[in-house]
Every structure is written in structure tokens, then in C-alpha cells.
């Protein structure tokens, strides 16, 4: 295909979003398309130099006559520059709000043609949840756009639902760089962090807000526990960290949970688990899961938003009611306590991967939805 001047913007800070945005700028980078961030910071997983990679920062003033920092504004001016500057084919941004209403701005300003793709993943669906006033900027963002994506299919029937747009939504799936993610037996981390080689490891990794329930995750560790000897390992950081450093130490487990905070080699931790555990009240995918997937660890999710379309119930993993700790410890230990089902999940999990969720297929997807608008224009 062409080799395309592609603009991204998504919020470069952790979270998986923006992991999703780099590793893909990062994917086509790789196929010779020219791709330039245009955001607040690097994008954290932008962590070597690539010579068809460009960065463009947005410098947003704080001037004492704004009560707010103009942020959109500042980013739909640096589109506007760069889209002109670097005659861009496509903009590529992730969230409806604020970056496609931004995009739509700077479309205007820049007065060319730029194909604007947007990327839903499940935040503005979210942001409703408490302020609903802004389903209209929600539902212009995705209208104006050329094409848009969810990250799930249940994402896009809540988005068809909530919003009612007058757009298609087509489901693109989540990917991890298979080169970072796989299963590797080899670290010695296990000896590390003194947890013995009979010891069974289980993990949750987070940005500990209050809709990951990790509260569910710790209850359903004390379960287990009493079957077995066996560490949590709790990676990630953020609000809820001292509700559950405090029901850690209440049910008598500091010795069994290993707080890890923020980690950038996951995949190095994965390599020592035997089992996730994401519990969320909200996911419109759950890209953690699919990152302990292909490094060869069975998963046990709830049942909600994209969580079933990763996780196979009975194949790779297990699902559960929300709030059902109980299930969860249940089928934990039966995933724990039975090497022939535990090897035929790990196995199923990195084959998930592969067949449904392989980086070459999404990213193919991604390419072949930018031909189509670049040829519209
Ligand atoms: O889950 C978060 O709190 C972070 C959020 C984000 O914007 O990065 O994650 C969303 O996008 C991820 C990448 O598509 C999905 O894997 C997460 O499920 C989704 N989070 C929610 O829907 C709550």
C-alpha cells in the first residue's frame, strides 16, 4: 500500500490507551508509513529512537487571565501546524473527546484535507457515567470523524446505545508486540522476591482506581490462601492504594502480598505468575489481560464490557459475576491445583493471542481503514 504521513495524538502518559497508540505508531513506523505524535509528553513506550518517528510537543501557557489552562485549544493549534507543515494524510486520535473534537478544529484551521480516524477505548463512555452534559461534544466528535473504531464489540453497542451516532463504529481489537510479550520461563525473579518454588503466584496489575476493584481481588486472594501456599503480587499504584494497603493488613496477608507499584517490565513479572486477576466494574477490552495472555498466564476476569471477548470461559480462563470473590477463589484453585488444566489454559492463552489478537493482524486492520478514507478524499 502507499506509505502514509500519519498524525496520532492520545494521552502519552501510562495507561492503555496510549500504550495502544504507541506500539501501533510504532507497528506502522516499522511498515515505512511516517508517523508523528502530536502530544502533551513523549509517549512513554516511545523509548528509542526511530528515524520515521516524529514527536511533536503541545506547550499549553498558563496565562493568569484563564482560570483554565487551554489545553485543546493549544493541541487543536499544534494539529493545525502539523497537518500543514508535514501534509498529513491521516489523523489518527484516541478518545472522542477531547482529541477528535480537537482534530475536527484543526481540520478547519488547517484548511486541507486530513482523514480523521478516531479510536474509542471506553473513557468517554465512562466520563457519561458522571457527566452526561457532554454527550453532545462526545457525539460530535465521532460524527465529524471519518471512520471510528471501538476497541471492542461491547464497547461499540454501549457507544450505539448511550450515544447514538450518526456513524458506523467497527470493532478493532487490542494487540501487544509479541516480541515484548511471551512466555518465558527463564527469569529467576521468583527467587528474588523469596517467594518459594511451590508457592503459587497470583497477579493484578492496575492503575488501582475505584472501578478496578481490587478490593474483590485481595478478598478473593484470601480464599485462595487458605487452600494453598501462595504470593499476590500487586503491580501499579494510584486512588485506591491505601484503602487496600489497609484490607491487606486487616486479613493478616502483608506477608503474601508483594506491592510492586509501577512497573515498566511487566512481562519480566508475568513470566513468574501462574494466574491474573482482573475484577474491573469497567473494561471496554482489558489490555493487561491480553499481556499476561501471551506471555502463557491463564486469566479470571468479570463479566463485564470486553472482558468476555478476551477471555474464553473454560479455554483460556474463567469469567465471573462482579463481586462474586467466591467464584473467583473457586476457580483460582481449581486452575492452581490441576497442572494438566493449568498447562492446556497457558497454552490456549498464547494461542488467543496469536489467532485473535496478533499485532500484524490489527495493525493490517488500521491500514487497510486508512486506505479506504484516504481514498474518499
Ligand atoms: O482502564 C483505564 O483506567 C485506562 C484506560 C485508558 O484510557 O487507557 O483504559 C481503557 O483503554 C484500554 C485500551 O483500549 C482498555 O484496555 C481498557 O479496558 C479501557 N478502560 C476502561 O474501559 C475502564
Known amino acids: 500500500m502507499k506509505k502514509l504521513k500519519i498524525g496520532i495524538t492520545c494521552y502519552p502518559t501510562v495507561g492503555g490507551s496510549g500504550v495502544i497508540a504507541t506500539e501501533l505508531g510504532k507497528l506502522l513506523a516499522e511498515r515505512g508509513h511516517e508517523i508523528h505524535f502530536i502530544t502533551s509528553s513523549m509517549p512513554f513506550r516511545l523509548n528509542r529512537v526511530v528515524?520515521?518517528?516524529?514527536?511533536?510537543?503541545?506547550?499549553?501557557?498558563?496565562y493568569s487571565v484563564f482560570q483554565y489552562a487551554p489545553y485543546d485549544i493549544a493541541l487543536a493549534s499544534k494539529m493545525a501546524e502539523v497537518i500543514k507543515k508535514e501534509n498529513l494524510d491521516i489523523l489518527h486520535v484516541h478518545y472522542a473527546i477531547p482529541h477528535a473534537v480537537c482534530a475536527v478544529l484543526a481540520r478547519d484551521m488547517a484548511g486541507q484535507r486530513v482523514g480523521i480516524v478516531t479510536t474509542l477505548h471506553g473513557t468517554d463512555i465512562s466520563v457519561l457515567g458522571y457527566d452526561s452534559s457532554l454527550s453532545g461534544a462526545i457525539r460530535y466528535g465521532i460524527e465529524k470523524s471519518d471512520v471510528v473504531t471501538a476497541v471492542s464489540d461491547s464497547l461499540k453497542n454501549?457507544?450505539?446505545?448511550l450515544i447514538q451516532p450518526d456513524q458506523t463504529i467497527e470493532t478493532i481489537y487490542n494487540f501487544v508486540d509479541e516480541r515484548e510479550y511471551y512466555p518465558n520461563k527463564s527469569s529467576n525473579l521468583k527467587s528474588c522476591f523469596n517467594i518459594q518454588e511451590d508457592e503459587k503466584v497470583?497477579?493484578?496489575?492496575?492503575?488501582?482506581?475505584?472501578?478496578?476493584?481490587?478490593?474483590?481481588?485481595?478478598?478473593?486472594f484470601a480464599y485462595i490462601r487458605k487452600e494453598m501456599p501462595a504470593k499476590l503480587l500487586l503491580v501499579?499504584?494510584?486512588?485506591?492504594?491505601?484503602?487496600?494497603?489497609k484490607q491487606v493488613s486487616s486479613l493478616g496477608l502483608e506477608k503474601d502480598v508483594v506491592f510492586l507499584g509501577k512497573q515498566e517490565n511487566v512481562s519480566e513479572l508475568y513470566a513468574i505468575s501462574d494466574l491474573k486477576l482482573l475484577l474491573s466494574e469497567k473494561e471496554a477490552f482489558g489490555l493487561v489481560l491480553l499481556e499476561a495472555m501471551a506471555c502463557?498466564?491463564?486469566?479470571?476476569g468479570s463479566n463485564i464490557g470486553g472482558i468476555p471477548e478476551v477471555i474464553n470461559h473454560g479455554h483460556n480462563g474463567y469469567i465471573v459475576p462482579l463481586h462474586d470473590a467466591e467464584a473467583v477463589a473457586c476457580y483460582a484453585i481449581k486452575i492452581l491445583t490441576n497442572e494438566e488444566l493449568h498447562n492446556r489454559m497457558r497454552e490456549n492463552a498464547i494461542k488467543t493471542v496469536s489467532h485473535k489478537f496478533h499485532s500484524s493482524l490489527i495493525v493490517s486492520q488500521y491500514e487497510k481503514l486508512y486506505e479506504k478514507v484516504v481514498l474518499q478524499h
Open 51 to 62: 528515524p520515521n518517528i516524529f514527536f511533536h510537543q503541545v506547550e499549553v501557557n498558563k
Open 158 to 161: 454501549q457507544t450505539n446505545d
Open 202 to 220: 497470583v497477579i493484578h496489575v492496575s492503575n488501582f482506581r475505584k472501578v478496578k476493584h481490587v478490593g474483590d481481588v485481595i478478598s478473593s
Open 236 to 245: 501499579g499504584d494510584g486512588p485506591e492504594m491505601s484503602n487496600i494497603i
Open 296 to 300: 502463557g498466564v491463564p486469566c479470571i
